[in-house]
């Protein structure tokens, strides 16, 4: 793939964007090769846990704005308007997506992480950042609403929505100790180390049972729009009640007992 590099060790998938000369800059191509990957992983039994990153000084700059993702690429025979709402859209779906697919996602964050990269970064299910890691959400500053690719719904929901507001009005800039204390940072390390500290971290969560992961990141997202408890309760019953007939639950339980390590085998 030309904008992204895909890595595979046992159970983890490392997608890294590979533009870092624009500080990994989304274009359509981009996005597109994004969905290829994360449409795959909606079928892949075998991975359990992903990893995004960039690669070289930052994370992920937004929407590239003279490369393609503005109005300029996209199919032929559309409008300027057209593109421009085809390249969006297909940015948002990118962050769907990554709720979507049945594998915890860690993001490894450092450098700029602004625009869509926020969106992107906010829609996996864990972060770890080093210290050069810093938000920027300037739709304000730029003429554009702070609404994209997700982000009006992502953040409100982590940070609380008058936060949320604030950020959004002010066109904020949040270095690391700022993002961390909205409770947005799983896990700091030092600079340079953000790649390694998520890999440590998606190293751990290989070793838990990979079915209560992927039910546990379903329960997660239904919670999120759920009309009231009862309602997950009944969503929780059935996913509780069909462990009991895992393989993994009698490993888990009886590793628990003889107080070992599980070897769980997803079955």
């Given at each position: 793939m030309a904008d992204l590099r895909i890595d595979r060790l046992?159970?983890?998938?490392?997608?890294?964007?590979?533009?870092?000369?624009?500080?990994?800059?989304?274009?359509?191509?981009?996005?597109?090769?994004?969905?290829?990957?994360?449409?795959?992983?909606?079928?892949?039994?075998?991975?359990?846990?992903?990893?995004?990153?960039?690669?070289?000084?930052g994370f992920c700059s937004g929407m590239d704005l003279q490369g393609g993702a503005?109005?300029?690429?996209?199919?032929?025979?559309?409008?300027?308007?057209?593109?421009?709402?085809?390249?969006?859209?297909?940015?948002?779906?990118?962050?769907?997506?990554?709720r979507e697919i049945p594998q915890p996602v860690i993001a490894a964050l450092h450098g700029p992480v602004a625009g869509m990269g926020v969106s992107w970064a906010l829609a996996c299910d864990l972060r770890v950042a080093d210290p050069t890691t810093r938000f920027v959400v300037p739709f304000t500053n730029l003429g554009l609403s702070a609404g994209d690719c997700g982000l009006s719904w992502l953040l409100p929901r982590l940070v609380g929505p008058a936060k949320a507001?604030?950020?959004f009005y002010r066109a904020q800039r949040l270095d690391l100790e700022q993002v961390r204390e909205l409770g947005l940072i799983t896990e700091?390390?030092?600079?340079?180390?953000?790649?390694?500290?998520?890999?440590?971290?998606?190293?751990?969560?290989?070793?838990?049972?990979?079915?209560?992961?992927?039910?546990?990141?379903?329960?997660?997202?239904?919670?999120?729009?759920?009309?009231?408890?009862?309602?997950q309760l009944a969503m929780e019953t059935g996913v509780q009640t069909m462990a009991f007939f895992t393989e993994d639950l009698v490993e888990g339980m009886a590793a628990t007992m003889e107080k070992r390590p599980p070897e769980f085998r997803n079955r």
């Amino acid at each position: 793939m030309a904008d992204l590099r895909i890595d595979r060790l046992d159970g983890v998938l490392t997608i890294t964007l590979t533009r870092p000369e624009r500080l990994n800059a989304v274009t359509d191509a981009l996005t597109e090769e994004m969905l290829d990957v994360l449409n795959e992983l909606m079928r892949d039994s075998s991975t359990h846990v992903v990893v995004l990153t960039g690669e070289g000084r930052g994370f992920c700059s937004g929407m590239d704005l003279q490369g393609g993702a503005a109005g300029d690429g996209g199919a032929e025979g559309q409008g300027r308007i057209q593109r421009i709402y085809q390249g969006i859209a297909r940015g948002g779906e990118v962050t769907a997506r990554l709720r979507e697919i049945p594998q915890p996602v860690i993001a490894a964050l450092h450098g700029p992480v602004a625009g869509m990269g926020v969106s992107w970064a906010l829609a996996c299910d864990l972060r770890v950042a080093d210290p050069t890691t810093r938000f920027v959400v300037p739709f304000t500053n730029l003429g554009l609403s702070a609404g994209d690719c997700g982000l009006s719904w992502l953040l409100p929901r982590l940070v609380g929505p008058a936060k949320a507001a604030e950020i959004f009005y002010r066109a904020q800039r949040l270095d690391l100790e700022q993002v961390r204390e909205l409770g947005l940072i799983t896990e700091v390390t030092e600079q340079g180390k953000d790649l390694e500290g998520a890999l440590a971290l998606a190293g751990e969560l290989l070793a838990k049972s990979p079915y209560g992961l992927r039910r546990t990141k379903e329960l997660l997202n239904v919670s999120l729009d759920a009309p009231g408890l009862r309602q997950q309760l009944a969503m929780e019953t059935g996913v509780q009640t069909m462990a009991f007939f895992t393989e993994d639950l009698v490993e888990g339980m009886a590793a628990t007992m003889e107080k070992r390590p599980p070897e769980f085998r997803n079955r």
